[in-house]
């Protein structure tokens, strides 16, 4: 029987980012497993409390941690936002006795103490899969398509929370977009912040921090951006609008790791989401005879 | 600036303390925070600014500092800090504390429809918990 992981898509995955959720879904399906969709879910927060005194806004991740438990020991994730919020609530409801009595008498009013593993669903093709297997599995080489790999700052920090990779030198998706056949570029934000919740009220802020990143990926020559944040997504087109608006010139298209694996994976382009105008990969692909 | 020995402890510097967890005396300004802040560069005064100000018990200069809001909480801070200082927590207990005072700092009414619209719902909700009480 296919090995079934339960997932937690997240509100974002459940409307504006599609594509990603999809192109994940079906990659998974390719590579031997199903990303089961959690019978129950609410949002996560979109963002772990920075003070310990903050228990209420715990509560929102640790009841889909509650909820979660009784589907598996394990919880996989896409969006790098859900990932951090609830790995990072996962550990203290694990090790904090206080803080956990505080979130569960107080708010979930359900016993949890941190007994799932949370994973993102790159460590689930790393660690689960292996990226020789997925290697094996791609249709569609890339053919040297230079990838800008931004991993952002929910993905990585902090290091002895999140622990994917090295905080400041990951090679995670490199390693992966390498398996696909592109050639990943090394580029010096990619580490750096997209301006995150400033995208409320803060443009003139996302839009320097954005364009940095995106000039910053194209200075180093990489053709494509890729993410697993779809705020960082949503930052980046948006400065790159603004951007055009004004008369600059920086057309990179910004897409989720998902659909870069689902192409090579030989998926069919329509259920990617792979957009429009800038956002459009295909022109590219023509070009390369991919 | 004057630095008065009855305001090095006073209750707003212990109330950040207690908040946001941090203890302002393990800062010993290398500066390093400010350095990898990307958005040090709007802010009147950058991280390490901010923790110095507390050692100092300059509440007014940080309790109206724009920093607190343009804190993306990114963490760049707490990553580089060579005494394990979260100033991203720091910045975040100003933020609270203001927040639990009914001081919004966004006008949820007034936001752009196109934003509404376009926006994952994650820039909305995190935009709440930072900027609406």
């Known amino acids: 029987m296919m090995m079934k992981i339960p997932y937690y898509p997240g509100c974002t995955l459940n409307t504006v980012a599609k594509g990603f959720d999809v192109s994940a879904r079906e990659s998974a399906l390719v590579l031997g497993f199903e990303l089961k969709e959690l019978d129950q879910w609410n949002c996560c927060g979109a963002s772990f409390p920075l003070t310990p005194d903050n228990v209420m806004g715990?509560?929102?991740?640790?009841?889909?941690?509650?909820?979660?438990?009784?589907?598996?020991?394990?919880?996989?994730?896409?969006?790098?936002?859900?990932?951090?919020?609830?790995?990072?609530?996962n550990k203290v409801m694990r090790d904090d006795r206080d803080r956990r009595r505080e979130v569960i008498s107080g708010f979930i009013e359900e016993e949890y103490e941190g007994g799932l593993d949370v994973v993102h669903f790159l460590e689930v093709l790393r660690d689960k899969v292996g990226f020789d297997r997925v290697r094996g599995a791609v249709k569609r080489p890339l053919k040297g398509i230079?990838?800008?790999?931004?991993?952002?700052?929910?993905?990585?920090?902090?290091?002895?929370?999140?622990?994917?990779?090295?905080?400041?030198?990951?090679?995670?998706?490199?390693d992966l977009l390498r398996a696909l056949g592109c050639e990943p570029v090394e580029f010096p934000n990619k580490i750096e912040c997209c301006g995150a919740h400033?995208?409320?009220g803060g443009e003139d802020i996302v839009t320097r921090l954005s364009s940095n990143v995106m000039a910053s990926a194209a200075g180093s020559g990489a053709e494509i951006i890729v993410t697993s944040c779809p705020l960082c997504q949503y930052n980046?087109?948006?400065?790159?609008?603004?951007?055009?608006?004004?008369?600059?010139?920086?057309?990179?298209?910004?897409?989720?790791?998902?659909?870069?694996?689902?192409?090579a994976l030989g998926q069919d382009e329509d259920i990617l989401e792979l957009g429009s105008g800038l956002h459009d990969i295909r022109p590219l692909l023509e070009e390369r005879g991919i | 600036?004057?630095?008065?020995?009855?305001?090095?402890?006073?209750?707003?510097?212990?109330?950040?303390?207690?908040?946001?967890?941090?203890?302002?005396?393990?800062?010993?300004?290398?500066?390093?925070?400010?350095?990898?802040?990307?958005?040090?560069?709007?802010?009147?005064?950058?991280?390490?600014?901010?923790?110095?100000?507390?050692?100092?018990?300059?509440?007014?200069?940080?309790?109206?500092?724009?920093?607190?809001?343009?804190?993306?909480g990114c963490l760049q801070c707490y990553s580089r800090c060579p005494k394990g200082v979260s100033a991203a927590s720091i910045l975040e207990a100003l933020r609270q504390m203001t927040l639990r005072k009914g001081e919004d700092h966004e006008d949820v009414g007034g936001l752009p429809f196109p934003f509404l619209k376009d926006a994952p719902q994650q820039a909305i909700i995190s935009g709440f918990r930072k900027f609406v009480s």
Request: hydrophobic share 45%; glycine share 8%.
């Open chain 1, 198 to 200: 400033l995208a409320m």
């Open chain 1, 146 to 174: 230079k990838a800008g790999a931004y991993y952002g700052c929910m993905l990585l920090r902090p290091f002895d929370d999140v622990g994917i990779d090295n905080a400041e030198a990951p090679v995670i998706f490199e």
């Open chain 2, 1 to 72: 600036m004057k630095i008065d020995r009855e305001k090095l402890h006073s209750p707003f510097v212990e109330q950040v303390e207690r908040v946001s967890g941090e203890v302002f005396a393990n800062c010993y300004q290398c500066g390093n925070c400010t350095g990898g802040c990307p958005v040090s560069f709007a802010m009147d005064y950058g991280p390490s600014q901010i923790i110095r100000l507390l050692q100092l018990g300059q509440e007014q200069l940080v309790a109206t500092a724009n920093s607190m809001w343009l804190c993306v």
């Open chain 1, 236 to 263: 980046l087109v948006k400065s790159r609008e603004r951007m055009m608006e004004e008369g600059g010139d920086l057309r990179i298209p910004v897409l989720y790791f998902t659909q870069i694996l689902g192409l």
């Open chain 1, 58 to 89: 715990l509560a929102a991740p640790a009841k889909v941690l509650a909820n979660a438990s009784s589907e598996g020991d394990v919880v996989a994730t896409l969006c790098s936002v859900c990932y951090n919020v609830l790995k990072r609530t």
